[in-house]
């Protein structure tokens, strides 16, 4: 059983940066891949950014890509979300999730763990 805690969110101005961090207790988060989700109000989740098990593969959304970093250190047990230039409508709750698989992977059928979400506003 892997027990994840995200945190980091908070409240922002358009253009700023925040970095999310996801701490895991009970089992290692370093064999197997990793992933952020987000969920707005009135929408479905949605991926955000995915991490193979060595990090030395990376897979970002569209609306994220060249903008957010997705990150881990195994030695720590802990994922990161560095996240530039925010907008609007980059806010949501965050969820960190821990894969079945080692290779990276972009739907949220493919994690099993999931964190409780921290919640990032951005506004305008």
């Known amino acids: 059983q892997v027990v994840l805690v995200e945190s980091g969110g908070g409240l922002v101005q358009a253009g700023e940066s925040l970095k999310l961090s996801c701490a895991a207790s009970g089992r290692t988060l370093g064999d197997r891949a990793l992933g952020w989700f987000r969920q707005a109000p009135g929408k479905e989740r949605e991926f955000v950014a995915a991490i193979s098990w060595r990090g030395g593969n990376t897979y970002y959304a569209d609306s994220v890509k060249g903008r957010f970093t997705i990150s881990r250190d195994n030695a720590k047990n802990t994922l990161y979300l560095q996240m530039n230039s925010l907008s609007p409508e980059d806010t949501a709750v965050y969820y960190c999730?821990?894969?079945?698989?080692?290779?990276?992977?972009?739907?949220?059928?493919?994690?099993?763990?999931w964190g409780q979400g921290t919640q990032v506003t951005v506004s305008s």
């Open positions: 999730a821990k894969s079945f698989f080692l290779a990276a992977a972009t739907t949220s059928g493919e994690y099993h763990y």
